[in-house]
């Protein structure tokens, strides 16, 4: 059951982190980190910025500059994954991939299906933290580059060879998919 916070609507960079069901490599499996970037493609038409990010098999992290809207931050990462899990629904049910289907269906909690839930997508509660000072934003932005090479994944030798990370920018200035920099967010936001 989900956990209820406060919703925020103050201006910053928040780190936010999102895992897949059961720890599930839903993404990996769907080929859908696509989905992903197309939900960065709206945060960015709505005024935010895509700070940092890696998408991994089974979760993401990412560092959003957030611009006070209307909508708490809180709901635009909630119907982010709303709508990232309906299109990974709708790739397993075009691949036939019942097994899984039917492992998604019965993680749904009995409240949940009576609300109209199908499927269980994602762990039902996310992080999301505000970099409040420098040095904690320093610290995300390295935890979040160094996923892919940690212990527990070993994806790649090096972090820049990741494909789907910012790694690459921070440490050369090339993009694989377009980022804003910390600290221009930092100095655009904040003069």
Same mark, same amino acid.
């Given at each position: ?30 080929? =859908? ?11 960015? /038409?709505?005024?935010? #910025? ?60 009995? #409240?949940? /299906? ?17 970099? /409040? ?11 979040? &580059?160094?996923?892919?090479? #940690? ?12 494909? &789907? #990370? =910012?790694?690459?920018?921070? &440490?050369?200035?090339?993009? /694989?998919?377009?980022?804003?920099? =910390? ?9």
């Amino acid at each position: 059951m989900p956990v209820q916070k406060e919703h925020i609507y103050e201006q910053g960079i928040y780190f936010i982190t999102f895992t897949n069901y059961k720890l599930i490599p839903l993404f990996q499996l769907t080929n =859908s980190y696509d989905l992903v970037y197309n939900w960065f493609d709206v945060l960015k /038409r709505k005024g935010h #910025s895509i700070i940092a990010y890696v998408i991994m098999p089974n979760h993401v992290h990412a560092l959003i500059g957030y611009v006070t809207v209307p909508q708490s931050i809180n709901t635009i990462v909630g119907n982010g994954k709303r709508f990232i899990a309906y299109d990974i629904v709708e790739r397993l049910e075009r691949s036939n991939n019942k097994e899984l289907l039917k492992k998604l269906e019965d993680g749904v909690v009995p #409240s949940d /299906r009576q609300k109209g839930k199908l499927h269980e997508v994602y762990q039902s509660t996310f992080d999301i933290k505000l970099c /409040r000072t420098y040095d904690f934003l320093v610290q995300k932005l390295n935890y979040i &580059h160094a996923n892919p090479v #940690s212990k527990k994944w070993m994806l790649v030798k090096d972090e820049i060879d990741y494909e &789907h #990370s =910012s790694a690459l920018f921070y &440490h050369t200035g090339k993009q /694989r998919y377009e980022v804003l920099h =910390s600290n221009d967010w930092i100095y655009e936001k904040w003069r």
